[in-house]
């Protein structure tokens, strides 16, 4: 722990810091480009000089290691200076287009320009110009405005694992290119918006929309996968118009997936905005007091065990518990949460949650991926994943399921049932490196779980998490891997079956009469029977919307408070960001309104009251934003077999990672990564070699 | 076979037997160092099927999954690198040393030979200023695809472009006949034998 001097300041640091990390240690801003914390260390701004005693020149801090008795001074006049020079020198071929630049109010250049910008140029020559390149639909450059500190280069082949981007050419030709002129693959690209320090990357759909002063700033959760990454939404008037990822370093450190980032604009298009009722046929437009009225008619008149609801995967648990209730009061046993049939079960948390928890990867040494794609189903948990491989030359990683390129050396051990059979063999030479692990990671998905055959998927990989030693008293390893954003808080509100209760396959295929879909539109419409009366509850004019007789306008995820439960069983709060649109109403309110109507009044009529309500039925949603992990119990094992394993391939959760939801449906931009981002121009990941 | 227009690339018989000698130069899991090689052993192959020394893209995406690693790094690598040309040169490719020394030494009319062979044989001829080549004391220096030719000036120039668009191999080095960089003229010093010269280690 060297001491170090710090513009007088004497203070202990830990050993491998900079001197720029000290420096901030001592409550000291240095200014930076290149420079991130999560990225490593270029040192080609050249913005952070300090002094340091005893060195003849300013040093760039960023770089350089602290050492024992160190005297440094951040703010000399020779600091002053040299950094003023570095600016002039940065500002040398940066225009002069703050008025018509994006990245306006929020330019890491521009603020310290204020400090150390001159007020004139002495430099006559012409500027450089630089073509811009073609990033893909997201991500808008404006290369002149480059400066080259290879934030986005470096975020893309180490965080984000898709060496796309490069510097080509040299000298004043140097550009920020990928070379290719094709889109960006990575499901992380919009990340290098943040990143960058000027206005040559910013949002290709945010271009020229707003000014970030005008913005409404709300705090919440992201609803696009189930890592709860905390997001910020920034709203103007009634739309929402950009969303940030806020810095939890527990969940997405500070990262943001590109479907939660630039989907939004699907939340403006195909919107329910006012109830409908099916009419000979067809969804004529209705008053409240009419919708509301046919639904009491219908549901007063449907025999109580003939009544069913499943709940969708953007659910907030205050809607999950306020139908679930509903439905208890109606006396129907028939609701579920886990629209893909997913065989997960609800009696014991560690039976469903990602035990290991989020901060919990940063600890493991193998993993074994069994049906899930971790790149596409939580691109942002995946970085994290491949952190470990990038830090750790002896991670092992090994995948059952439809391949797909994780953007790490990850062994692909097979596609179906047979592969995970063979991993019971303990002599299985992944088996065998699983096991030599200290804390080896089983991760299951959805997919595996959603098959016939789910129960005994579940138990196989419970046995091989045993015997790999992941189910000790002081290592959870076996983890399952959420996709839906409502999900663990729906099977922590209990919102399965109830003892002799229908599951979704049991709705769909018509074991009810009434089916009150709460935002599910995954489900096979096709296969409801025609009769089946379907009231849709939700925000979006997707599939539910057009099978329904009756359609209730809902809520999306940034126009409520929710509450989210993530895939580790974190509990998340998210603020309302703007009103629903039109007549749309929260969704609790709906079915709160509903209760009266049928004479079975929900005992809550605010929604602290009815989060008291959640607290009572799940002590989780009394504590937000703690995660308790989960110490294996003894004795517990899950219900399946594994020899009841079938030999069927296993599928892939998603046909294109851009479009899984209602949002993502109806956004534009997302239809524009369909079609534009075409598979990856990179070859398949070298394989581990086989030791 | 590849041509100027083709959009895929693959290594002949002649740069395949080469390569796994170049890789193995380097330690393994350090096999992208060989990255630079095989451009260079691209760029040959081009230049000896086609006439046309240089790296097209899908040459650089070969490279790139031969030594498995990411496009992108190879596109910096042939970016970065003039030597390494992106788009096809002709035939003879004439490099012509700019920089000081050479400039002072009459460089100017060196490139106006050059600049009229490529005007009038652009089919055969393609030219590029260099910086400083390292040739210096043989000034001006005129680099012709590998080959320095030196102590050039505009007639001697002409005459050496000449005998290449003939078909000639002109012999490389000084055009004036010294031998390597000695003094024009012959050795101006040492003329002593040093033979007879006791270093002491014999006695």
């Known amino acids: ?691 | 076979m590849n041509d100027m227009t083709t959009e895929t690339f693959s290594f002949d018989d002649v740069s395949e037997a080469k390569i796994p000698g170049i890789i193995a130069k380097y330690p393994a899991g350090r096999q992208a160092s060989a990255v630079m090689p095989l451009l260079d052993l691209v760029q040959r192959q081009m230049a000896r099927l086609t006439d046309h020394a240089w790296v097209p893209r899908a040459a650089m995406d070969v490279v790139a999954d031969r030594l498995a690693m990411p496009r992108m790094r190879v596109y910096e690598v042939a970016t970065f690198y003039t030597m390494f040309h992106l788009k096809p040169v002709q035939k003879f490719h004439l490099q012509v040393c700019t920089t000081t020394p050479c400039w002072l030494r009459g460089s100017d009319a060196v490139l106006d030979a050059c600049r009229h062979a490529v005007a009038t044989h652009g089919d055969m001829f393609s030219m590029e200023e260099l910086e400083c080549v390292g040739a210096c004391v043989n000034a001006p220096v005129l680099v012709i695809n590998d080959d320095y030719y030196e102590d050039l000036d505009g007639a001697r120039t002409e005459a050496l472009l000449e005998a290449f668009r003939r078909g000639d191999a002109p012999k490389p080095g000084s055009t004036i006949g010294r031998q390597n960089s000695a003094p024009e003229g012959g050795r101006t010093t040492l003329f002593a034998d040093v033979t007879k010269h006791d270093t002491g280690a014999d006695s």
């Open chain 1, 1 to 691: 722990m060297p001491k170090v001097t710090v513009d007088g300041i004497e203070l202990e640091v830990p050993n491998g810091f900079t001197v720029l990390q000290a420096a901030e240690a001592a409550g000291k801003e240095i200014p930076r480009f290149c420079y991130h914390d999560r990225l490593s260390i270029a040192g080609n701004c050249r913005m952070c000089l300090v002094e340091i005693e005893k060195m003849p020149k300013p040093v760039a801090s960023c770089g350089q290691p602290v050492g024992e008795g160190m005297v440094i001074f951040t703010d000399t006049e020779k600091v002053r200076q040299s950094r003023r020079n570095v600016m002039e020198f940065l500002l040398i071929n940066h225009p002069l287009d703050c008025p018509i630049c994006d990245q306006g109010g929020e330019c890491d250049l521009q603020d310290e320009a204020v400090g150390y910008g001159r007020d004139h140029t002495r430099y006559h020559e012409n500027k450089r110009a630089v073509t811009d390149k073609n990033f893909g639909p997201l991500v808008k450059t404006v290369m002149t405005r480059c400066i080259q500190c290879t934030r986005c280069v470096r975020f893309l082949s180490e965080v984000a694992g898709v060496p796309e981007l490069g510097a080509t050419s040299r000298g004043e030709t140097m550009e920020i290119t990928n070379y290719v002129e094709r889109g960006l693959t990575s499901e992380l690209s919009g990340n290098i918006i943040d990143l960058c320090p000027v206005g040559a990357l910013t949002a290709k759909p945010y271009a020229f929309v707003a000014r970030t002063w005008e913005l409404r700033k709300t705090d919440s959760i992201d609803v696009f996968d189930a890592v709860g990454t905390n997001i910020r939404i920034d709203a103007r008037g009634s739309e929402v118009l950009r969303v940030l990822p806020r810095i939890n370093d527990a969940v997405n450190e500070e990262w943001l997936a590109d479907k939660s980032r630039f989907a939004i604009d699907g939340l403006k298009r195909k919107r329910l905005d006012r109830p409908w009722i099916r009419q000979n046929g067809k969804l004529q437009p209705a008053t409240w007091d009419a919708a509301l009225s046919a639904v009491v008619a219908r549901l007063n008149g449907a025999e109580p065990g003939r009544i069913g609801a499943i709940a969708g995967n953007l659910c907030d648990a205050e809607s999950m518990m306020a139908l679930k209730d509903l439905l208890v009061g109606l006396g129907s046993p028939n609701f579920d949460c886990r629209q893909d049939g997913a065989v997960l079960d609800a009696g014991n948390r560690a039976l469903y949650l990602f035990n290991t928890t989020i901060e919990g990867i940063d600890e493991a040494d193998a993993v074994l991926f069994v049906g899930v794609d971790p790149r596409r189903e939580a691109p942002v948990l995946n970085a994290r994943i491949r952190r470990r491989w990038v830090e750790n030359t002896g991670f092992v990683a090994g995948l059952i399921g439809p391949y797909a390129d994780i953007t790490y050396g990850c062994t692909h051990l097979g596609e179906d049932g047979a592969a995970l059979r063979a991993l019971l063999d303990p002599a299985h030479e992944f088996t065998v490196k699983l096991a030599a692990a200290k804390k080896p990671l089983v991760i299951i998905g959805q997919q595996a779980l959603a098959r016939p055959d789910g129960a005994a998927v579940f138990a196989a990989c419970w046995q091989i998490a045993e015997a790999a030693g992941a189910l000790t008293a002081d290592w959870q390893g076996f983890n399952v891997l959420h996709n839906a954003a409502a999900r663990v808080g729906g099977l922590d509100l209990g919102f399965v079956p109830a003892d002799g209760g229908k599951d979704v396959a049991g709705m769909v295929a018509g074991g009810v009469d009434v089916l009150w879909l709460l935002g599910a539109d995954e489900i096979d419409m096709a296969a409801l029977p025609p009769d089946v009366f379907v009231i849709y509850q939700g925000h979006h004019g997707d599939r539910g919307a057009a099978r329904a007789d009756i359609i209730l306008p809902g809520a999306a995820y940034t126009e409520k408070p929710g509450t989210y439960v993530n895939t580790e069983g974190r509990m998340q709060l998210a603020q309302r960001a703007i009103f629903p649109p039109g007549e749309a109403r929260e969704d609790w309110t709906i079915l709160r309104a509903v209760s009266a109507l049928v004479s079975k009044p929900l005992p809550y009529d605010d929604i602290e009251a009815l989060r008291q309500r959640m607290g009572e039925a799940n002590p989780v949603f009394a504590s937000p934003d703690t995660v308790r992990r989960i110490a294996p119990q003894v004795g517990l094992t899950p219900k399946g077999d594994s020899g009841q394993l079938s030999d069927a391939k296993f599928t892939a959760a998603f046909a294109t990672y851009y479009q899984t939801d209602p949002i993502s449906r109806a956004s534009p931009t997302m239809a524009k990564c369909v079609t534009d981002i075409l598979p990856p121009a990179m070859p398949a990941p070298v394989q581990q070699a086989a030791e």
